[in-house]
């Protein structure tokens, strides 16, 4: 059974830093595109950034472009999200998806997410 | 970017009856190269991570029942529930993956009436 535990969200300062991981177990972690998304309260879903396949490439929303960076391990098995310069308009519950196959693929599995509260 | 627009943004339906979603994209999803859509389709309950129910624009997921259908090719897509049943209660949101960005439309609340 695929699973993906979202981990390191809080509350942080505006012009702050935040790492998410997301821990992914039961599929072959190295074989997989991933993304993160992000859904702020009450509104729709945002995608964030996505990885391919051995960390070959990746992309990001412009919202978000030079502040946050996604990168992976496949030894372990885990996602990771590095936000800095954090700001109130980045609060969101944040997902982590599994892409099908490469980076332009559906996502087929979620996270439950981790809630990011940015405010003073 | 490819936009992502939905209709209607909400949608109340009797038990039994069909519900019908669409979507349309601002630049054609289809890939010419090997004739895929790359649009799916999600249901998000409260409280939940949004979960798949369509890819390649109408290709159902595994698990997910035969009442939820999609269709549609180029720009222009429908997610349809044939009858709606209570569990069904959710928000849909389409998706896009031809190109990044990577877009979702804004959603369609789905009630009982």
């Known amino acids: 059974e695929v699973q993906l535990l979202e981990s390191g969200g809080g509350l942080v300062q505006p012009g702050g830093s935040l790492r998410l991981s997301c821990a992914a177990s039961g599929f072959t972690f190295s074989s997989s595109a991933m993304s993160w998304v992000r859904q702020a309260p009450g509104k729709g879903l945002e995608w964030v950034s996505t990885?391919?396949?051995?960390?070959?490439?990746?992309y990001y929303a412009d919202s978000v472009k030079g502040r946050f960076t996604i990168s992976r391990d496949d030894s372990g098995n885990t996602l990771f999200l590095q936000m800095n310069s954090l700001r109130a308009d980045d609060t969101a519950v944040y997902y982590c998806?599994?892409?099908?196959?490469?980076?332009?693929?559906?996502?087929?599995?979620w996270g439950r997410g981790t809630l990011v509260i940015v405010s003073s | 970017d490819i936009v992502m627009t939905q209709s209607p943004d909400s949608l109340a339906v009797s038990l039994g009856e069909r519900a019908t979603i669409n979507c349309k994209s601002s630049h054609s999803v289809l890939y010419r190269s090997n004739s895929k859509n790359y649009l799916a389709w999600y249901q998000q309950k409260p409280g939940q991570p949004p979960k798949l129910l369509i890819y390649w624009a109408s290709t159902r997921e595994s698990g997910v029942p035969d009442r939820f259908s999609g269709s549609g090719s180029g720009t222009d897509f429908t997610l349809t529930i044939s009858s709606l049943q209570a569990e069904d209660v959710a928000v849909y949101y389409c998706h896009q993956y031809y190109s990044t960005p990577l877009t979702f439309g804004q959603g369609t609340k789905l009630e009982i009436k």
């Open positions: 990885i391919t396949r051995s960390a070959g490439s990746t």
């Open positions: 998806a599994k892409r099908y196959f490469d980076w332009l693929s559906h996502a087929d599995h």
